[in-house]
């Protein structure tokens, strides 16, 4: 059997500034939030669920706050001694402890920065009082169910072939449509009927024989699938008393309305701009066109002092929300000169470095085209992460897939290599978000792999 492997699927090679990009995101949002459809709870309801999913990755990712002990890992994974403090500081079990580590990693609320040092992810600051950042964090958890549960430590699933595994997660998004349209139950049957047939189309389309002979791994594979599902809380556990139906949650129902319809949950951003802080001004600014958040930008600076308002620009961009330190040097463009010598004291900032030195080019008159050519590879690279992830956050699918254009590696298997070393703490979570926005089954198969292997740490 052979397979269609990107190695040479070409990316072009579009100058543009990541900035801009970010705003174009911001811009291109819708400017009320989806409602769900009839028979869907109101997103509060839906966020309580999500909440009560991941309460313990939220415990222990609280637990890791450096300020209250910081939980150092290493390629990902938590160490024995760490795990054991955790049993004892939360009374969970080992086991339990670990998957809510992975759990929190995959879902935004910790991340892992240079050393392996753990921090608190931005989606944990904003967890109690920001329902669209809970529906965010469970929906990155909801994509990467794949990564969160892996089919090789299921032992019903040892020995199945790498690339059939692959073929039944591309296959999952049109069981979890048939159980998503549906009116209630679905039988195992007809999930397994459904799944035989998109894994044919998938190996037609790549000009592959179908399956056959041997033993039959579909089954098994289904299973883990509709387990790993459940696990995340896309769908209901089995009820032993109906083991051969399954029913999707109110949770992944939404879900897969959201991804069916291309449609984005909005960060809501508060009223009363200039008296507020400057991340919440910069939030209320998301939805905003250029020129309206440059009046704001304006009207709030009015309002205190330069020193002030550069410091808190500053600390925003430092935060974990990728579009918002975006839209913080935006703002000091603003400012204009007279935040010259805070700027270049952060020039040394590896988090804000790229976007420092091109504030400060465009700032002397430099081509904005041509300030790229100030970054090295790697920080290009980072760059680039920082950029996808504040449109994963905040943009919509076909803007994140286009945002591919923007990578200058020359080639996906290029950039995926570089990814894989970049050391930016969303890598996993761009890439996951990636593979699920991509239309090429390859391409996001190859997607899936780097974010697996960014994620545990492997070649």
């Given at each position: 059997?052979?397979?269609?492997?990107?190695?040479?699927?070409?990316?072009?090679?579009?100058?543009?500034?990541?900035?801009?990009?970010?705003?174009?995101?911001?811009?291109?949002?819708?400017?009320?939030?989806?409602?769900?459809?009839?028979?869907?709870?109101?997103?509060p309801e839906l966020a309580r669920k999500a909440r009560t999913e991941l309460a313990d990755a939220v415990r222990l990712a609280h637990w890791a706050d450096p300020a209250?002990?910081?939980?150092?890992?290493?390629?990902?994974?938590l160490r024995d001694a760490d795990v054991r403090r955790a049993v004892a500081a939360l009374s969970l079990t080992a086991h339990q402890v670990r998957a809510a580590w992975d759990r929190a990693r995959l879902a935004g609320l910790i991340e892992l920065h240079k050393g392996g040092t753990a921090r608190p992810g931005w989606r944990l600051r904003a967890w109690d009082r920001d329902d669209t950042a809970v529906l965010r964090g469970w929906v990155?958890?909801?994509?990467?169910?794949?990564?969160?549960?892996?089919?090789?430590?299921?032992?019903?699933?040892?020995?199945?072939?790498?690339?059939l595994v692959a073929e039944v997660v591309e296959a999952a998004p049109q069981l979890l449509s048939l159980l998503h349209l549906s009116s209630g139950p679905v039988a195992v049957s007809a999930l397994l009927d459904l799944l035989?047939?998109?894994?044919?189309?998938?190996?037609?389309e790549r000009h592959e024989p179908p399956a056959g002979g041997g033993r039959d791994d579909l089954p098994p594979l289904l299973d883990w699938t509709l387990d790993?599902?459940?696990?995340?809380?896309?769908?209901?556990?089995?009820?032993?008393?109906?083991?051969?139906?399954?029913?999707?949650?109110?949770?992944?129902?939404w879900a897969v309305w959201v991804k069916l319809e291309q449609i984005c949950v909005a960060a809501q951003g508060p009223?009363?701009?200039?008296?507020?802080?400057?991340?919440?001004?910069?939030?209320?600014?998301?939805?905003?066109?250029?020129?309206?958040?440059?009046?704001?930008?304006?009207?709030?600076?009015?309002?205190?002092p330069v020193a002030q308002a550069v410091a808190e620009f500053l600390d925003v961009a430092r935060g974990d929300d990728a579009l918002l330190r975006g839209l913080a040097f935006e703002a000091l463009r603003v400012v204009g000169g007279a935040a010259e010598p805070a700027v270049r004291h952060v020039v040394d900032e590896p988090g804000l470095r790229p976007y420092a030195l091109m504030w400060l080019a465009e700032h002397e008159g430099d081509d904005p085209e041509d300030v790229a050519a100030l970054l090295t590879r790697e920080e290009a690279t980072w760059l680039w992460v920082d950029t996808a992830a504040a449109v994963a956050d905040h943009g919509e699918s076909h803007?994140?897939?286009?945002?591919?254009?923007s990578a200058l590696q020359g080639s996906v298997s290029r950039l995926l290599d570089e990814l894989r070393v970049a050391g930016h703490p969303r890598t996993v979570q761009v890439l996951v978000a990636l593979a699920a926005a991509h239309p090429d089954p390859a391409l996001a198969k190859a997607m899936r792999r780097a974010a697996f292997q960014v994620h545990t740490g492997g070649e």
């Open positions: 059997m052979t397979s269609r492997i990107p190695r040479d699927t070409p990316l072009r090679l579009v100058p543009r500034r990541p900035l801009a990009a970010a705003r174009r995101v911001a811009a291109t949002r819708r400017n009320r939030p989806p409602r769900p459809p009839e028979g869907i709870p109101a997103l209250a002990g910081a939980a150092p890992g290493t390629a990902g994974i990155a958890l909801f994509d990467a169910w794949s990564l969160a549960h892996p089919a090789a430590l299921d032992p019903a699933c040892a020995g199945a072939d790498p690339a035989r047939q998109r894994v044919d189309e998938l190996r037609a790993a599902l459940a696990r995340v809380g896309a769908l209901e556990p089995r009820d032993p008393a109906r083991p051969g139906e399954v029913t999707i949650t109110p949770l992944g129902s009223a009363g701009h200039f008296e507020h802080s400057a991340e919440e001004m910069l939030k209320a600014c998301i939805g905003m066109a250029p020129g309206a958040a440059r009046d704001e930008y304006k009207a709030w600076l009015a309002a205190r803007l994140l897939v286009g945002h591919l254009d």
